[in-house]
């Protein structure tokens, strides 16, 4: 499974800003990853940094080492974006005199990320943050491919079973999702989404084909009965069981690269 690496970092802490993309740095050029890469992504994580540090109260980074990218998601608190267009122009700032007076502030962050990445979505909520998805291909064909990942790759990968067989496993995932009330994955469970679940009541089949996901995992090692297994044929939606916990599938199926919504 491809490596994933976690770093947190406070608002106002300028004086580690910038040692997550020295230590992502580090880690490529250990694995020998092509220069040029190393450049974009030590670029792109420097710049999110900064803005963490300029903006935010905390921010965590969740950095992806995959077979053809390197994908880094970066989650803060902070005052989010009121105009994500405008933050996007290069020279536009709203740094503070303090931040300025760093060297900080020169509205160049979010244009350097998205002129060093091959994808780039920034989702912000004024008042309460921002979430930034970017990456570098190693595979400039798939430049811009989001996820890329099939239920029937993650069964494969992860050796699960499939207890709907005969089902089409071939969707590509949209993200991941895990919870076990019904009511909560109903409003905020996405389209296209993998939902782990513990749940084996056939209600969890009907909220799952009402929104439309990839499909369902099963943990935790109490197996679903007939009933639900035979409402989740009827409706056309693939089950996956496993024995290993919520918390391990994942952190599975982090390791392929599947992150949460936006």
């Not at 992806?64 to 998601?73: G, V």
């Not at 056939?202 to 197996?223: F, Y």
């Not at 391990?248 to 392929?256: D, G, K, Q």
């Amino acid at each position: 499974m491809s490596a994933v690496q976690f770093y947190m970092l406070k608002g106002k802490d300028f004086s580690n800003a910038g040692r997550i993309s020295i230590s992502i740095k580090r880690y490529l050029r250990e694995n020998n990853y092509p220069t040029q890469v190393i450049q974009r992504v030590a670029i792109m994580t420097y710049e999110a940094e900064i803005n963490l540090a300029c903006y935010t109260r905390y921010g965590y980074f969740f950095v992806y080492f995959l077979d053809d990218q390197i994908k880094i998601i970066v989650k803060d608190r902070g005052q989010g974006i009121e105009d994500i267009d405008l933050a996007m122009q290069e020279g536009f700032s709203t740094a503070s005199d303090e931040i300025r007076k760093l060297g900080f502030g020169a509205g160049m962050g979010l244009a350097n990320i998205k002129k060093n990445s091959d994808y780039l979505i920034i989702h912000s909520v004024p008042g309460l943050g921002t979430r930034l998805e970017f990456n570098v291909a190693l595979n400039t064909e798939k430049r811009g491919n989001r996820m890329g990942i099939s239920l029937q790759e993650v069964r494969e990968k992860a050796n699960f079973e499939l207890i709907t067989d005969g089902l089409d496993c071939s969707r590509d995932i949209t993200a991941g999702y895990v919870g076990d009330l019904l009511s909560d994955v109903n409003a905020n469970a996405q389209t296209g989404n993998l939902w782990v679940t513990v749940l084996t009541h056939p209600n969890a089949v009907a909220v799952a084909a009402l929104k439309d996901l990839a499909g369902v995992i099963i943990a935790g090692g109490i197996r679903p009965g007939r009933d639900f297994v035979q409402r989740a044929m009827a409706e056309g939606l693939p089950i996956l069981f496993t024995p290993l916990s919520s918390f391990e599938v994942a952190a599975i199926l982090s390791s392929m690269g599947i992150t949460g919504n936006p």
